[in-house]
């Protein structure tokens, strides 16, 4: 990590700079503005040009020539920028796009299928894939074009596809929500037709990737098998959602998708090898270049991957060389190169962190290095240490505008890790070669794989679970500044000795008072609480007490750590009724999260076991918790402790066929009146209009002191319904910032307007029902550890 070359050479990074600049306001602002951004440094490079001819001094000369070469370079992406952008403008499937039709496409695959975070309801998994537009089908007109679109698709057929297949697609077109150059946005209507063969390399491929996956899941539990593929080649489709989550918590994600660290492993063991055959340097190259490919291959050359080939070879080169004058310039050179052949890159957050984080090892870490050892620190751990900082100093205003959060536990995680990833990635590597020559040698092989592998998923799951291990912030430019305001003064402050200690004296006594409140907010669960509504995302996730330690649970929201996480704080151990009102994934997602660790009674559904898809989850999951499933139908009354559950609903005729199921699933939601210590409430699910219609009709009391606003306050609400229920409290149980506009605005409008008090998850967090020694309602909120009453 020394510098034996002096300082950093960074007479290219003004270039990089400005055509990165120069491309992200093309992409985002037109092709006009930045056809006027590129006359302007044509002008700028001309000034500047003219200035460094009249002037003698060398200096003056270097820092006009690192100018000018930045003006011209910035002034012809400019041009190339405008062109791209003007050819998507005028791409006549653009215009189609904008007004909503329907059309007829061929395209060849980019990149694999990915699926999708559950959307919230049953049925195949939602998938999106990136293609490249060959031909637009009219009738019996065929027209040649050409541009990116995004497909959303379901079914195995779109899931089996390859990069480089071509097929033909019918669907609704719709106009991009980012700019990147994407043409269109494609929303299929069925499998995919007219499928062709991938070609050999991908088809070879794909086969490497089936057989690691098949050797991983032959060896290891299942949390494991899904994560070496991840680590190795950036495949994540076996990795369950809740280690994602965790990888997340804890500033780990990195990990699982294909970076410059993959790259520089893989080539690094190649090297390794070389040497020690004692094979000449120009073959060993040889043989490392063809290593690089045959990753670049097997991992899907996509822009996120060729990025991270071209920085993990700049990272080598900084760690072969120990050059930094070398590998600064060769960084800012591949910045240029990439943006000029996939310009898409200047708005891909991922490729932000990968630039970042490169030049923070390039130009940070040796600093850092030496600082810690005029500390006294060992080299190895300054090193270790230092490489993890500077990663997360580059990175987390990025990480900070990208997701509005920043993960307080990512330096210990990430030091705790850094001595297994190698390992898990060389083992992973060699055990992909093996697997195509003899499988079960590659499955005795990978086996070496799990203890690391265990390692790295208990790092994950213990940092994830710290009290306050992510920190939400604000979003997008403010955020960035914010944690890049804070990280500065921090930067400061440990120069010198008396403000390390005033730093230090604050870390100290913010955690004193923040860490007890994230471990167990004061007033909560607030005393005698009689209902929650968990703050489970976009889904619900409610819990009534029966007054005798156990809990009925309604709903266990899209995933497993949010609703686990409420019904810890809650001290739920015993469930005697866990109740799915209806088969829509934002409903059961969570039932794994609920089930395990707890003593359960058993699992009730309605009378509906479509759509088919959720009825499998549902069953599967209390199969695995060995908990019976039992069925609740109108009429139907449950007395549990001091709770007694009314079923009301549904009174929708059951439908019957699977695609009348997806049309009619939340009209099937069980509707449950329950009588309460702190009042009735009644419970809705899902159930839109139609079924809130029939409830009225039937002449069944639906009047409530609490009521859970049906379908996240969504606009299928009746104005009548919530008159005929007349509640003094409005629940809503809905996901912050989720894209379906929940809640309403008019049916929140209509609610206050009847007297109702409306507390909400997206604000308030976890919601609390109580009442009060006065007979009042009394609502509790924890909001970020906050209670709001």
């Known amino acids: 990590m020394t510098d034996p070359d002096g300082p950093v050479d960074l007479r290219l990074v003004p270039s990089a700079a400005v055509c990165w600049a120069v491309t992200l306001t093309g992409l985002l602002a037109g092709w006009r503005p930045v056809a006027v951004v590129g006359v302007g440094l044509v002008a700028a490079g001309t000034v500047t040009t003219v200035a460094a001819y009249r002037s003698a001094a060398p200096l003056r000369r270097t820092v006009a020539a690192a100018l000018i070469a930045a003006t011209l370079l910035g002034a012809g992406f400019a041009a190339a920028t405008a062109l791209r952008v003007h050819a998507v403008t005028e791409n006549p499937l653009a215009g189609a796009a904008a007004r909503g039709a329907s059309a007829t496409l061929s395209v060849v695959v980019d990149d694999d299928p990915k699926p ?43 899931e089996d596809l390859l990069p480089g297949q071509q097929v033909t697609v019918r669907g609704k077109l719709a106009v991009p929500e980012r700019r990147d150059l ?79 660290a993959n790259v520089s492993v893989v080539l690094g063991a190649v090297l390794l090898l070389v040497r020690g055959a004692g094979i000449g340097p120009r073959i060993g190259a040889v043989l490392a270049g063809a290593a690089l490919v045959a990753f670049v291959v097997v991992a899907r050359p996509s822009p996120s991957v060729l990025r991270a080939a071209v920085m993990g070879a700049v990272a080598l080169l900084a760690l072969v060389v120990g050059r930094r004058k070398q590998a600064m310039p060769a960084l800012a050179a591949s910045v240029i190169v990439l943006l000029a ?282 199969d695995r918790a060995g908990v019976p499933v039992v069925r609740l139908t109108p009429g139907h009354e449950v007395i549990l402790g001091e709770v007694r559950l009314e079923i009301l609903g549904p009174l929708v005729p059951t439908p019957r066929t699977a695609a009348a199921a997806d049309d009619a699933a ?55 319904f919530v008159e005929a229920v007349r509640p003094r409290l409005v629940v809503v149980s809905v996901g912050a910032g989720n894209p379906f506009g929940h809640p309403n605005r008019g049916i929140l409008d209509r609610a206050t307007a009847l007297g109702a008090v409306v507390a909400r998850t997206d604000l308030q967090g976890d919601v609390a029902v109580t009442r009060t020694g006065a007979g009042a309602l009394a609502v509790v909120g924890r909001s970020h550890g906050t209670i709001v009453r």
């Not at 702190?678 to 009521?707: F, K, N």
């Open 116 to 158: 999708l975070r559950a959307s919230g309801f049953g049925g195949p998994r939602q998938l999106l894939v990136r293609a490249s537009l060959r031909e637009v089908r009219d009738g019996d007109r065929t027209v040649r074009a050409g541009g990116s679109i995004l497909v959303f698709a379901q079914g195995e057929r779109w």
């Open 341 to 622: 052949v996939v310009p898409s890159l200047a708005v891909d957050f991922g490729f932000a962190l990968s630039v970042a984080a490169t030049a923070g090892l390039i130009v940070v870490a040796p600093i850092l290095v030496e600082k810690m050892r005029s500390w006294g620190w060992p080299r190895w751990l300054a090193e270790m240490c230092a490489v993890a900082v500077a990663a997360f100093v580059v990175t987390a205003p990025i990480v900070a505008a990208m997701s509005g959060t920043v993960s307080v536990v990512s330096i210990v995680a990430n030091l705790l890790v850094a001595p297994v990833v190698a390992p898990i990635t060389v083992i992973g590597a060699v055990t992909a070669v093996l697997a195509m020559l003899w499988l079960p040698a590659a499955t005795l092989l990978v086996r070496a794989a799990g203890p690391p592998l265990w390692w790295l998923l208990e790092v994950a799951d213990r940092a994830a679970a710290i009290p306050g291990a992510t920190v939400t912030i604000a979003g997008g430019l403010a955020g960035s500044v914010i944690v890049g305001v804070a990280l500065a003064v921090t930067a400061v402050a440990v120069r010198h000795r008396w403000s390390r200690r005033l730093l230090v004296a604050l870390v100290v006594g913010v955690a004193a008072v923040w860490v007890p409140t994230r471990i167990q907010t004061p007033g909560w669960p607030a005393d005698g609480w009689a209902f929650v509504a968990c703050d489970v995302g976009q889904g619900d996730g409610l819990v009534l007490s029966t007054g005798d330690g156990r809990a009925v649970v309604v709903d266990a929201g899209p995933e497993p750590g949010p609703v686990d996480r409420c019904l810890r704080g809650l001290g739920v151990d015993e469930i005697a009724l866990l109740i799915v009102t209806h088969l829509h994934a934002d409903h059961y997602g969570g039932l794994d999260g609920a089930l395990s660790g707890r003593s359960v009674a058993a699992v009730a559904i309605g009378p509906s076991d479509l759509p088919a898809g959720g009825m499998r989850f549902v069953s599967g999951a209390a």
């Open 666 to 720: 939340n009209d099937t939601s069980l509707v449950i009146r329950a009588h309460t210590r702190a009042g009735t409430i009644l419970l809705t699910g899902d159930v839109e209009e139609a079924g809130q219609r029939a409830l009225m009709r039937s002449g069944v009391t639906l009047r409530a002191d609490v009521l859970k606003l049906p379908h996240h306050g969504s606009r299928t609400t009746a104005p009548e």
């Open 182 to 260: 994407t043409v269109a946005v494609l929303r299929a209507a069925g499998p995919p037709s007219e499928v062709r063969p991938p070609p050999v390399h991908q088809r070879w491929a794909g086969t490497v990737r089936h057989r690691l996956s098949a050797a991983a899941a032959a060896a290891l539990p299942p949390a494991q098998a899904g994560l070496l593929p991840g680590l190795v080649v950036g495949d994540v489709s076996a990795l369950p959602q809740e280690v994602k989550d965790q990888f997340t918590a804890a500033g780990l994600t990195h990990l699982t998708a294909v970076s410059g």
